[in-house]
């Protein structure tokens, strides 16, 4: 069984360029969740997904930050018109039930 | 509102001694408590995890945790650290869910690295 996959692995971009983060949950997996790791932090929780839902986006930034998750392929999170702070590392994690989370190997970030 | 505290950003350990790394936590339900490993440019691989059923949870890797409730902590160790045990050690919180298993987000501590001097 695959373990969560993430693309690109490492994603460079100017600022005011977008930014498209994809991840593929384990097979079976239908909850996904995405975290934000700066530099000298632990992670911060974005948003949570079910198929076509979003189920609690408390931790995503108000404006620029969206995130989906369809039927059919992986869920994406894109960031419009990329800042330099927001450079960092993002995962994504699935789980079957919603309880034990399982991670990818993140999205490094850089914004030129 | 969840929060954990991980007490000491680096803990440095010759091989062959105890690991110890704290954790505290904060909850207004009962917790599920985890610890994560993170590698060095890699994801977060889940140790261990406590769902309620025991207060001594066996994780992989030899790493072992015990929930005690009357002093909010988690505490991860391992009796013989080894120098494939260097990383980043993260301790996480959810709540309970109505389903009886964990919900929603995972609240992170900001970490402890591991350093284990030969």
């Known amino acids: 069984n695959a373990g969560v996959m993430q693309n690109p692995r490492h994603l460079v971009r100017r600022r005011g360029q977008e930014a498209r983060l994809r991840c593929s949950p384990m097979?079976?997996?239908?909850?996904v969740y995405w975290y934000r790791q700066l530099p000298e932090e632990g992670l911060k929780f974005m948003v949570y997904?079910?198929?076509?839902?979003?189920?609690?986006e408390s931790g995503m930034p108000k404006e620029r930050f969206s995130a989906e998750f369809p039927k059919e392929g992986p869920s994406i999170l894109r960031i419009q018109q990329v800042v330099r702070g927001d450079s960092a590392a993002y995962f994504c994690?699935?789980?079957?039930?919603?309880?034990?989370?399982?991670f990818g190997p993140g999205t490094r970030l850089t914004v030129l | 509102a969840q929060s954990v505290t991980q007490l000491g950003s680096h803990v440095s350990v010759s091989e062959g001694a105890l690991v110890l790394l704290r954790c505290n936590y904060s909850?207004?339900?009962?917790?599920?408590l985890f610890w994560y490993v993170q590698y060095p440019n890699q994801g977060l691989q889940l140790l261990l995890k406590?769902?309620?059923?025991?207060?001594l949870v066996k994780g992989i890797n030899g790493f072992e945790a015990e929930f005690k409730k009357s002093e909010t902590s988690f505490h991860l160790t391992k009796p013989s650290a080894h120098m494939s045990d260097a990383a980043e050690y993260f301790c996480a919180v959810s709540g309970s869910g109505l389903n009886g298993g964990s919900q929603g987000n995972l609240i992170f501590g900001k970490g402890t690295k591991l350093s284990v001097k030969p």
């Open positions: 909850s207004s339900v009962p917790p599920y």
């Open positions: 097979k079976g997996h239908s909850h």
């Open positions: 406590y769902t309620s059923a025991a207060t």
């Open positions: 994690a699935s789980s079957p039930l919603g309880d034990t989370q399982y």
């Open positions: 997904l079910q198929k076509e839902n979003i189920i609690d």
